[in-house]
T-cell receptor
Framework: GAVVSQHPSRVICKSGTSVKIECRSL??????MFWYRQFPKQSLMLMAT?????????EQGVEKDKFLINHASLTLSTLTVTSAHPEDSSFYIC?????????????FGPGTRLLVL | EDKVVQSPLSLVVHEGDTVTLNCSYE??????LLWYKQEKKAPTFLFML????IEKKSGRLSSILDKKELFSILNITATQTGDSAIYLC????????????????FGKGTLLTVNP
């Protein structure tokens, strides 16, 4: 099946720093990538939808200036958490889809665990 | 706002038991319902359901959708310790803003623990 990677898998940073997380589709071209956040014992919450070559679509309540998304190519999307604070500590998961739809054709990355001290 | 509710939130059973996990939803522009299994990392896909009354099976797992009553169940028979995980239900729906964009809304999941 299709493979999506994320890097780094785990990051610890100081409050106020910025953290960049990469999401790559390794063996297919992803027209759309999704970024989710999952707090402990909570479900996955969609943060934004990233389309290659256009601006990301953010969900209600997600600050676009704080969570910068760049989908520079068909195989790479990045999420930058700017001026991270302890409340941003969470599990960030990306997913990618080949054809712009979701569901069965959506492939999840392994996730990035962010801890902000 | 789209809503997906799963029950129970957690469940502890013994190996060999059969379990039924529930998922109800309220969404506009429904397209499909999906079940995922999440262990320590990202979710892995189990089933996608689009039509009512058609059971999907994969080994000891099966699932069915009722689009009239807006719910789905996931059954696991002869449970094993390796089935211990969080089972997530998600509904795929078109964005309210229209266009061809779809998104997934996840439930909170059911934490299943299978004891030997």
């Amino acid at each position: 099946g299709a493979v999506v990677s994320q890097h780094p898998s785990r990051v610890i940073c100081k409050s106020g720093t910025s953290v960049k997380i990469e999401c790559r589709s390794l063996d297919f071209q992803a027209t759309t990538m999704f970024w989710y956040r999952q707090f402990p014992k909570q479900s996955l919450m969609l943060m934004a939808t990233s389309n290659e070559g256009s601006k990301a679509t953010y969900e209600q309540g997600v600050e676009k200036d704080k969570f910068l998304i760049n989908h520079a190519s068909l195989t790479l999307s990045t999420l930058t958490v700017t001026s991270a604070h302890p409340e941003d500590s969470s599990f960030y998961i990306c997913s990618a889809t080949r054809y712009g739809g979701v569901g069965e054709t959506q492939y999840f990355g392994p996730g990035t665990r962010l801890l902000v001290l | 706002e789209d809503k997906v509710v799963q029950s129970p939130l957690s469940l502890v059973v013994h190996e060999g038991d059969t379990v039924t996990l529930n998922c109800s939803y309220e969404v506009t522009n429904f397209r499909s319902l999906l079940w995922y299994k999440q262990e320590k990392k990202a979710p892995t896909f189990l089933f996608m359901l689009t039509s009512s009354g058609i059971e999907k099976k994969s080994g000891r797992l099966s699932s069915i959708l009722d689009k009239k009553e807006l719910f789905s169940i996931l059954n696991i028979t002869a449970t094993q310790t390796g089935d211990s995980a969080i089972y997530l239900c998600a509904v795929e729906a078109r964005r309210n803003s229209g266009g061809s964009n779809y998104k997934l809304t996840f439930g909170k999941g059911t934490l299943l623990t299978v004891n030997p």
